[in-house]
């Protein structure tokens, strides 16, 4: 008996020591990084876990589940009770100590995370995918597995971060105007780290410009014409109309590489915009919707949407199983406006004094005279008119709506650090292939326009930035001029995987554009196309075909063409079609040739790639 008491008062020992340690850690840290009303709530660990809607499909795992086990041993603190107690509870308490140390250890990593968080909010973090310096983690796994980064050196595929932002335009990236420096205003660090760790490419564009068909273009590598999802989800978070659409689609199931990775073996996870109704259920194995709004009061704390998107996704990393690889689309809500609020853009209250003493520049589009070079049937009715009345209308308007829009994006910015943060800490960059780009572009103003969804360059050409581990150093910071576009990027993600797309998926890996040492031969014009929405007068339907140096434009509902040279006028304004000159005369001839091609291509049922 007397054995059996020093054995519980050194198990109890221990148990103050490392109760006692992991406060004064909590307490160290929390001074640090200024990170107290984060945990006014309970721990780092609960405000993620309150963070998650487990009927939206979430594995609803996680480290909490070993925390009722404390409370399981109540310990007897008087001395008959010591007497009795016998070998079996104290192999019980045993196992608490043991719960308490994976707990401790847990939290202990949750920290390093805000660390890195904090430090990034701080201006300290310049390159947060370069930096060799190393964050000193345990090491301690489960019970015969291997370390963090032995697990990570096994896997069979590339894991695969998509970091899927909203309404970004191609300049809603400082990196740009370092090569064309039109606005010095706009940050963007992380993701121009980033570019300066991968490759940029200049000319992405999408192939429908809003949001439910661009996404619905990611998930299955194809044109709206060939997926056939039109129909718009949740508007404002409210509940999925299932009358919207009948069945789904037959080539969802087919198509969708999430379910492709998943059935390869994937650990796929969503947080964020889904921008699309999928009658079907998902297979995904952590999935997290929110879409629609800024502000939301969730399990006793009111988030914002990217804190809330960037919380889910380091949860997804923090808690996914080391020996399987992971596809995580990090599906951001901003910078997309919140529809019917006179405010439109509400960024977080701790990043209202970015770009407070700022003059945001007026684009050279932005101009009475450009809303009047617009087609006669662009009148006061058009949705693109109207939102430009709600956020454009005045030079102070704009400036206050301008501000807050970078201050989303640089909020953006911010999470990516966090989650390639978390990658880093995970020993994880190495073995991760990590997107970046955006569901279409944005008007601020140009043409006299707000939002997308026509086929002027502001809205369809779009932000895209791959950091692969297979490329060479010579390739790293450097830009690609190809034309890229959104049906790539399902092929692409398999392609890292490697995994053989299906072939009826449009697109094409985009991979051998920075890994083969030939240049392969690659689209030099695109088709666009672009549904009625509502009405005519509302958002007519448009269609285009792309090139470098010309666009040819279609609006089928009112059979009007243009064309624009984007060499000699790259604002698009001067409409070109009824030129006389035989060279354009030619041009033209050869640009609706092609368009009628590729039209009919994509309207088709055959297998191609275009």
């Given at each position: 008996m007397a054995s059996n008491r020093s054995q519980l008062n050194i198990l109890l020992t221990l148990v103050s020591a490392i109760v006692l340690s992991l406060m004064i850690y909590i307490n160290i840290h929390a001074t640090r990084h200024n990170f107290v009303a984060d945990i006014s709530h309970g721990s780092f660990l609960r405000m993620l876990e309150e963070s998650v809607d487990y009927s939206s499909g979430g594995d609803g795992g996680g480290d909490s589940s070993s925390i009722g086990h404390i409370s399981d041993v109540s310990i007897e603190s008087d001395e008959a009770g010591l007497e009795e107690m016998d070998e079996l509870k104290i192999d019980k308490l045993a196992k608490s100590i043991s719960n308490l140390q994976e707990i401790a250890d847990g939290l202990e990593d949750k920290l390093h995370l805000l660390a890195g968080k904090a430090k990034h909010e701080q201006g300290t973090i310049d390159d947060v995918v370069n930096e060799e310096e190393k964050i000193n983690t345990d090491e301690k796994t489960a019970e015969g597995e291997p370390p963090l980064q032995q697990q990570e050196k096994t896997l069979t595929g590339m894991n695969i971060l998509l970091l899927y932002a909203d309404d970004w335009t191609h300049s809603t990236l400082s990196a740009f105007h370092k090569t064309k420096p039109l606005n010095t205003v706009l940050k963007t660090p992380v993701l121009d780290a980033l570019a300066s760790d991968g490759i940029r490419f200049t000319h992405n564009c999408v192939t429908t410009s809003v949001c439910w068909i661009s996404r619905a273009t990611l998930y299955t590598?194809?044109?709206?014409?060939?997926?056939?999802?039109?129909?718009?989800?949740?508007?404002?978070?409210?509940?999925?109309?299932?009358?919207?659409?009948?069945?789904?689609?037959?080539?969802?199931?087919?198509?969708?590489?999430?379910?492709?990775?998943?059935?390869?073996?994937?650990?796929?996870?969503?947080?964020?915009?889904?921008?699309?109704?999928?009658p079907f259920e998902k297979n995904v194995h952590f999935n997290v919707e929110d879409d629609g709004w800024h502000y939301r009061k969730i399990g006793g704390k009111m988030w914002h949407i990217?804190?809330?998107?960037?919380?889910?996704?380091?949860?997804?990393?923090?808690?996914?199983?080391?020996?399987?690889?992971?596809?995580?689309?990090?599906a951001f809500y901003a910078t997309h406006a919140k529809d019917g609020d006179i405010r439109q853009y509400m960024p977080q209250n701790s990043s209202m004094g970015w770009y407070a003493d700022d003059t945001i520049p007026i684009p050279p589009t932005g101009t009475d005279e450009a809303w009047k070079k617009m087609p006669y049937f662009f009148n006061a009715k058009n949705e693109g008119r109207a939102r430009w009345r709600w956020r454009y209308?005045?030079?102070?308007?704009?400036?206050?709506?301008?501000?807050?829009?970078?201050?989303?994006?640089?909020?953006?910015d911010a999470a990516c650090g966090a989650i390639l943060e978390e990658l880093r800490r995970q020993d994880?960059?190495?073995?991760?292939?990590?997107?970046?780009?955006?569901?279409?572009?944005?008007?601020?103003?140009?043409?006299?326009?707000?939002?997308?969804?026509?086929?002027?360059?502001?809205?369809?050409?779009?932000?895209?930035?791959?950091?692969?581990?297979?490329?060479?150093?010579?390739?790293?910071?450097?830009?690609?001029?190809?034309?890229?576009?959104?049906?790539?990027?399902?092929?692409t993600i398999l392609g890292a995987a490697g995994i053989p797309s299906p072939e009826k998926m449009m697109g094409r890996d985009m991979s051998p554009l920075y890994l083969s040492p030939t240049s392969p031969t690659w689209r030099e014009e695109f088709f666009y196309e672009h549904p009625i929405i509502s009405n005519k007068n509302y958002i007519p339907s448009s269609e285009a075909l792309v090139r470098k140096d010309y666009k040819y434009m279609y609006w089928p509902d009112f059979k009007y063409e243009q064309l624009f040279d984007l060499v000699n006028d790259p604002g698009e304004l001067e409409d070109i079609f009824n030129s006389t000159n035989p060279d354009i005369m030619n041009i033209k001839k050869d640009m609706k040739k092609s368009f009628d091609w590729l039209k009919s291509l994509v309207k088709s049922e055959g297998v191609v790639k275009v």
């Open positions: 590598g194809q044109y709206m014409s060939r997926h056939k999802t039109k129909e718009p989800c949740c508007w404002s978070g409210g509940k999925k109309p299932k009358q919207k659409l009948k069945e789904a689609p037959a080539n969802w199931k087919e198509l969708s590489f999430y379910e492709i990775l998943a059935d390869h073996g994937y650990h796929v996870g969503h947080a964020g915009k889904w921008g699309v109704y999928l990217t804190e809330k998107n960037e919380a889910d996704a380091l949860r997804f990393l923090v808690t996914r199983p080391k020996d399987k690889p992971f596809m995580l689309n990090a209308d005045n030079y102070t308007k704009h400036q206050t709506m301008m501000k807050n829009y970078y201050r989303m994006a640089s909020e953006v994880a960059l190495d073995n991760t292939v990590i997107i970046f780009t955006t569901d279409n572009g944005n008007y601020h103003s140009e043409h006299g326009l707000a939002d997308k969804w026509y086929p002027h360059q502001e809205s369809i050409r779009v932000p895209l930035i791959i950091r692969d581990p297979r490329m060479k150093d010579e390739i790293k910071g450097t830009t690609n001029d190809d034309f890229t576009l959104n049906i790539d990027l399902a092929p």
